[in-house]
């Protein structure tokens, strides 16, 4: 857990901590109203509730919608090969730069989940993967389309899978 904790404070870039500041700042400014106004209990209470939904969601949501938009990419899966001499899956596909900004490193995770005919367990074996594999791909233009190719193995699954992929980039 806290090796988690420290990659991700690693990886914070100049606009997360200006977000982390301002939920701050607005924070301390509803609890200073709500002070002001402490005579008007509704309202007293109204600023309280918000300063601590804004330094609780403004943070987690800011950085999710942030991110999205900063460092914007698209994934598609040209094929999936499953090899017969050796227990693994050849997952090819590209990735696409649609941020306005370049990246310097995108990690791209293929994940392989079990498929059923009942659509509800469908949905929960997204959720949880069985196998993952990822791969680092380095230097990233803007608008910038490279094709990439992931091995999953150990691969000895018999029954029917999908695969899906995901890139986050920085």
Partial sequence: MKEKLL??????????YILFGLSFFLFILFVILALLLRK????ALFFLLLGFTTLVLGP???YIQMHKYLFKNSTKLLSQKRLHFVQAVIVKGKITNESKFNFTEC????????????????????????????????????????????????????????????????
């Fill in 40 to 43: 008007k209990l509704g309202l």
């Fill in 107 to 170: 990690k791209i995770t293929a994940e392989v989940y079990k498929v059923t005919k009942n659509k509800y367990k469908n949905y929960l074996f997204k959720l949880k993967p069985f196998q993952k594999m990822s791969i680092l791909e380095q230097n990233l233009q803007k608008g910038e389309t490279r094709e990439f190719k992931i091995i999953v193995e150990p691969f000895t699954y018999k029954k029917d899978y999908n695969i899906s992929l995901g890139a986050s980039c920085k």
């Fill in 60 to 62: 987690t949501l800011g």
């Fill in 7 to 16: 990659t991700f404070v690693h990886g914070l870039i100049m606009y997360d």
